[in-house]
């Protein structure tokens, strides 16, 4: 039985309405926990006066620089004490969720088991950054939480200047859109930066996120330092079963407005069956007796819109892989910028291709570590460099698929053009 | 004196095999199609003809261990004991038998978990820590979101909005909640309030400096102390300083006022991932329930609801109507802060003759 509860009039308003609340769960960790007992009175300072009254500090467990993050309470009395004295201290343990964040029902009752021994009782499924969050501990607990968390098989996530926690989406798993192995990926990559992860030396942060396609359901693009996003190369894959079932179910109307003029690219046409086209980039399927929609796979982007309208009717092709961009991050400093295609399409299909993967992004991470300025992520180090030099750095060739459109100024000194074409025309002749 | 034997850390990252559902490890990477018989209710069916059904349930999040528990339970009793999250934290349970959807969803909602969040409808909101654990949080997170699915509640349950919704908040500009449909995130509206005797020990001062994305920030000698100042000018008030330098105190329970942006698209469906876009701000930070806030974010999504077509998200919709037409149907003022100047800015101004009368 833990102490008397603090009054919370502000707090005691979210216990009201239908969703879930995390309110009611804290007051009820209360009544055995004196901690959250001044949590929640900690809490309730904070709604009065609205402001925070955390500081950081230096929290860690042996052998890691990072993946604690340390909280100490700023609420003060006039002798520098604590108001809130069983809550001074609310640290939390950052740790790696497996890919997709699958779990069975053992894993996560030790881990309440151990949170409820050593820690608050609150665990948050997850961080912004894929992280278990195990919110609230003192700093004396830390390790003792950690060492038991560790012996299950889990490790601590990232946090500073270091490479990041990743994340990826169900794929594979459950998902007929997965054009890869996105927990293989994750695994992968991050076994090769574990040291990177938990020693923090690089200039500043550095993520990974892994989307089985161009859905993007780990918002990637915009947030990952290096987005590895599935797509397929060959023709889009179709079934007329389903196709025939889909438009029986939803009609023209919807066939039209909904899948064929949505197409980004034009891509799509409705046809009559005996109209379409034979060549060895069309993808057809019928949608009943007389009409079928053609695709034209040169046109497409793999945008995904008509396969997430006709699940199954139609579906990525056969030879898989994915497009990387490199470069997503929010507006520190220099506003939001989206990752760019460095990588058109990267075959992943035997596990070898998955080591060229973990090799390109050990050159990305090295270029980043060696070339970053302090506190910049490597989105703005393009930025301040241009593309074609850390392409250079990482030694990937150029590509039309990695701009919108050509250069629109004549800012640019190019008395090295011929050599550049002789070096390309042999290129090409090597590969032909 | 010895130095007590510490146990070295297992450093590995695990796979997730031995977590999967017993009908997902058996048809990995071969699944065909899906659909949704319900709201909140996913259908897979595989190549080889195995189906699994998924029931999506909304969580607080923030979990105390006895909520974890109830969860573990119910997976137990219909979900082979597995789960898994999304990335809005909405929980998953995968069942391999039609005839357990209906009891589980039953289950769920006796309990306080609410099934949905899938397809079009609008998800839980990405958040972040705010008042409960973050350092630097000009608002809370939990109790926003709390507030605001309370009155979402039902577009959460039912697949009514022309797409998925996605939202999120941040409590500092920061944007730790991430780019969504509509993004409610703190914007400080005036500069930092500078604790001189407290810089020198503090903060690293060239550092500090170097953050500031407008070079608002020199150092400078207050009361024979070496410190830093701002030029109010320039400053942009966007809090990059304080993180670095807690003495430069960005906070404020006035002046930080909460913005609201739209448009944010993650997915490549259709148009290129687009970032959101400011549309209201100087919102007050209201404390438990923000139902200034939840106004606006209410208004957005119902004139959304009513106005877009099928399959246009957030931006989609925008990007046929204009952006003169949002702001007569939303009722949104139009204010001169809307209008960028951040380097590129003209990239964001109309340079055609394209106007919708």
Excluded at chain 1, 133 to 156: H, L, S, Y
Excluded at chain 2, 22 to 39: M, V
Excluded at chain 2, 136 to 147: H, N, R, W
Excluded at chain 2, 286 to 298: H, S
Aim: charged content about 25%; hydrophobic content about 35%; proline content about 6%.
């Amino acid at each position: 039985m833990a102490k008397q509860l603090h009054p919370t009039p502000m707090l005691d308003q979210l216990e009201t309405g239908p969703w879930p609340s995390f309110v009611t769960g804290l007051k009820r960790l209360a009544k055995d926990k004196d901690y959250v007992v001044d949590l929640l009175g900690h809490l309730e300072h904070s709604y009065e006066t609205r402001k925070g009254y955390w500081k950081g500090g230096t929290v860690g467990v042996f052998g890691y620089g990072g993946g604690v993050i340390p909280r100490f309470t700023e609420i003060k009395d006039e002798n520098g004490e604590p108001v809130f004295k069983d809550a001074a201290e609310f640290h939390t343990l950052r740790i790696m969720p497996p890919p997709g964040m699958h779990y069975d029902t053992d894993t996560l009752r030790k881990f309440c088991d151990i949170w409820e021994k050593y820690g608050s009782g609150l665990i948050a499924f997850h961080g912004q950054s894929g992280d278990i969050m195990f919110q609230g501990c003192t700093t004396e607990n830390v390790q003792k939480a950690w060492d038991e968390i560790n012996e299950m098989g889990f490790d601590m996530g990232g946090a500073g200047p270091a490479v990041r926690t990743a994340m990826s989406c169900v794929g594979a798993a459950r998902c007929e859109q997965s054009c890869y192995d996105e927990a293989l990926a994750h695994h992968k990559i991050i076994n090769q930066f574990l040291d990177d992860i938990h020693r923090p030396a690089l200039p500043y942060k550095f993520k990974f996120k892994f989307s089985g396609c161009g859905n993007d359901c780990m918002n990637s693009i915009q947030r990952a330092d290096m987005a590895v996003i599935g797509t397929w190369r060959d023709n889009m894959s179709t079934d007329e079963e389903l196709a025939k079932k889909w438009f029986a179910k939803h009609g023209i109307n919807e066939l039209i407005n909904d899948v064929i003029n949505m197409c980004p690219t034009r891509a799509i046409q409705l046809k009559d069956t005996k109209d379409v086209r034979k060549d060895a980039h069309i993808s057809s399927v019928a949608i009943n007796d007389s009409q079928s929609l053609e695709i034209d796979n040169k046109d497409c982007v793999r945008c995904m819109h008509c396969i997430n309208v006709m699940t199954g009717a139609l579906a990525p092709g056969q030879d898989k892989g994915a497009t990387i961009l490199v470069g997503g991050h929010s507006h520190l400093k220099i506003g939001a910028t989206m990752g760019t295609v460095i990588i058109p399409f990267m075959s992943l299909k035997k596990e070898e291709d998955y080591d060229q993967l973990v090799d390109l992004a050990q050159r990305i991470v090295d270029f980043f570590a060696e070339n970053a300025l302090e506190h910049e992520r490597i989105g703005e180090t393009i930025e301040r460099i241009g593309l074609v030099n850390f392409l250079e750095g990482i030694e990937v060739d150029i590509d039309p698929n990695m701009v919108n459109n050509p250069r629109m100024n004549p800012y640019v000194r190019t008395d090295g053009w011929d050599e550049e074409v002789a070096k390309i025309n042999a290129k090409k002749k090597a590969a032909a | 004196m010895a130095q007590p034997q510490m146990r070295k850390p297992v450093e590995y990252f695990l796979d997730n095999k031995k977590f999967l559902h017993p009908k997902l490890a058996a048809n990995y990477g071969n699944w065909k199609y899906h659909d949704r018989p319900r709201p909140g209710v996913l259908h897979h069916v595989s190549k080889t003809g195995d189906e699994v059904w998924t029931v999506r349930a909304g969580t607080q999040r923030q979990m105390d261990v006895y909520t974890i528990r109830k969860l573990c339970d119910i997976a137990d009793q219909f979900a082979e004991g597995r789960v898994r999250f999304t990335i809005r934290s909405n929980i998953e349970f995968i069942v391999s038998d039609e005839k357990k959807v209906a009891p589980l969803i039953e289950e769920l909602e006796k309990n306080g978990f609410p099934v949905g969040g899938t397809g079009n409808s609008v998800s839980m909101v990405a958040h972040t820590q705010g008042w409960l654990h973050c350092d630097i949080p000009g608002t809370d997170a939990s109790g926003v979101v709390k507030a605001m699915m309370d009155e979402l509640y039902e577009e959460f349950k039912n697949e009514e909005m022309p797409n998925r919704v996605r939202l999120s908040t941040s409590c500092c500009e920061i944007n730790c909640g991430g780019q969504a449909d509509i993004a409610v995130v703190i914007q400080h509206t005036k500069p930092p309030k500078i604790n001189h005797d407290l810089v020198a020990n503090v903060c690293e001062r060239p550092a500090v400096v170097a953050r500031c994305p407008v070079a608002a920030i020199r150092p400078a000698l207050v009361n024979g102390k070496p410190t830093l100042e701002v030029d109010e000018k320039k400053c942009v008030c966007c809090g990059a300083c304080y993180p670095p330098c807690p003495p430069m105190q960005i906070n404020d329970p006035e002046h930080s006022k909460l913005a609201i942006w739209v448009g944010g698209k993650n997915s490549n469906a259709r148009s290129k991932p687009t970032f959101h876009k400011m549309v209201a701000a100087g919102l007050p930070n209201n404390p438990p329930r923000w139902p200034e806030v939840n106004a606006v974010v209410k208004k957005i999504l119902m004139t959304y609801k009513q106005d877009a077509r099928p399959w246009e998200r957030m931006a989609d919709w925008i990007d046929r109507i204009g952006w003169p037409r949002f702001f007569e149907k939303t009722g949104l003022p139009f204010t001169k802060y809307m209008i960028d100047d951040w380097r590129g800015s003209r990239y964001n101004l109309n340079a055609s003759a394209h106007i919708r009368f």
